[in-house]
């Protein structure tokens, strides 16, 4: 069977992008079993030729209406899909899906049908209010950072900013590149309309927030942006970790070198 990604470079491109993102998951240790989702907004690479593709599924309901996304492709992992197999074969561990008419349901439509992600409804809501906002943002990661997690069975974590405002203090370069911080959404049923609700009132503030007790989404151009936001706090929970197993907690940038570094790099107040 042909793929889709022939004779598609840019298309090509961007889910070899995804693909490499998976790799760096599953390295990481983020990915265990089929842990993790990656979707992405791939519409304007899509082709007439392709919108012109009979689907190769039924139409599925999503659980919810979500009208932003008429007419839009997506890039989806497969449910029950490992990461480090997405990794080297991303078209036979995922699929491209197309919003019906309706904005309530999905068909696939390449390469096989592989159903996707079992959190579609989290996913494709806030690409929804991505498309709405006009911000540029197409790529959603999911996966499952083990100090990111651990940190958050402990309820002085989970209090609003506490979290972001450490793991700032730890490296310059985790408010560099996640300058946004950390949302926290209380624990909530994996897949549910509940926890899509609310990771969306969180992404009113951050472009990355922690699942009590399950993982971290993050939003971004690409799959590689949103990535680097997730590495960046994973690093600075490592290293105040690293510093508490040294039997110290660790000071942490000061106030006042914070400030600098907002000033400098002209990061949000």
């Not at 998951?25 to 030729?49: F, K, M, Y």
């Not at 197309?98 to 159903?115: F, G, L, Q, S, W």
Request: aromatic share 8%.
């Amino acid at each position: 069977m042909t793929s889709i990604l022939e004779g598609r470079p840019a298309l090509k491109h961007e889910i070899d992008n995804i693909a490499e993102v998976a790799g760096y998951l599953w390295q990481n240790g983020w990915a265990e079993r089929n842990g993790g989702n990656i979707t992405a907004n791939i519409t304007d690479l899509v082709d007439d030729e392709i919108r012109r593709m009979p689907a190769i599924s039924d139409p599925v309901s999503f659980g919810t209406t979500l009208p932003h996304l008429k007419g839009c492709y997506f890039y989806c992992k497969g449910t029950g899909k490992r990461m480090r197999d997405l990794a080297r074969w991303p078209m036979e561990n995922g699929s491209i899906v197309r919003i019906t008419d309706d904005c309530a349901h999905y068909e696939i439509i390449a390469d096989n049908p592989v159903k996707p992600t079992s959190e579609i409804s989290s996913h494709l809501s806030v690409h929804n209010r991505n498309i709405e906002k006009g911000n540029g943002y197409k790529a959603v990661v999911h996966t499952h950072p083990i100090e990111l997690v651990a940190m958050s069975h402990n309820d002085k974590f989970l209090q609003k900013d506490y979290m972001t405002k450490l793991l700032w203090s730890m490296i310059p370069e985790t408010k560099a590149f996640c300058p946004l911080g950390l949302g926290i959404v209380p624990y909530k049923i994996s897949g549910s309309l509940e926890l899509a609700n609310a990771t969306l009132e969180q992404l009113e503030e951050y472009d990355v927030v922690m699942w009590e007790k399950h993982g971290v989404l993050a939003q971004g151009p690409d799959a590689m942006q949103a990535f680097d936001q997730i590495d960046v706090l994973s690093k600075s929970a490592k290293i105040y970790i690293s510093a508490r197993c040294m039997g110290f907690e660790p000071d942490g940038m000061s106030d006042a070198q914070m400030q600098e570094l907002t000033d400098v790099f002209h990061l949000p107040k």
